[in-house]
């Protein structure tokens, strides 16, 4: 059980919990940090004279105020980071 849900509330949002090596409880899952960070990793590398920030709201692809920015989640701003590197890797001179 999560600890800042209810249980009504968990099961009401269907939220699946994941174990963290440190033993916490999460909603998120823990495995999406190496997978995201690989991504910016592999997409910066092809724009090295890109701004973090600059890879960030190009890979977010939003064309609103940076509040949404903020609150998108991870598994979607994967999947953008993910069409950007490819993406770059199609246009990248061989």
Do not use: Y
């Not at 090596?21 to 823990?30: C, L, N």
């Not at 190496?34 to 991504?39: A, F, P």
């Amino acid at each position: 059980m999560l600890p800042h849900l209810n249980p009504r509330d968990q099961q009401m949002h269907h939220v699946e919990a994941f174990s963290c090596p440190s033993g916490k409880t999460t909603v998120r899952d823990p495995e999406r940090i190496d997978r995201v960070i690989e991504l910016l990793r592999e997409t910066w590398k092809l724009v090295p004279d890109w701004r973090l920030t600059q890879l960030v709201v190009n890979a977010a692809d939003t064309k609103v105020e940076a509040t949404v920015l903020f609150h998108l989640e991870d598994d979607s701003f994967e999947r953008k980071l993910q069409f950007l590197l490819s993406s770059l890797r199609a246009i990248e001179p061989r």
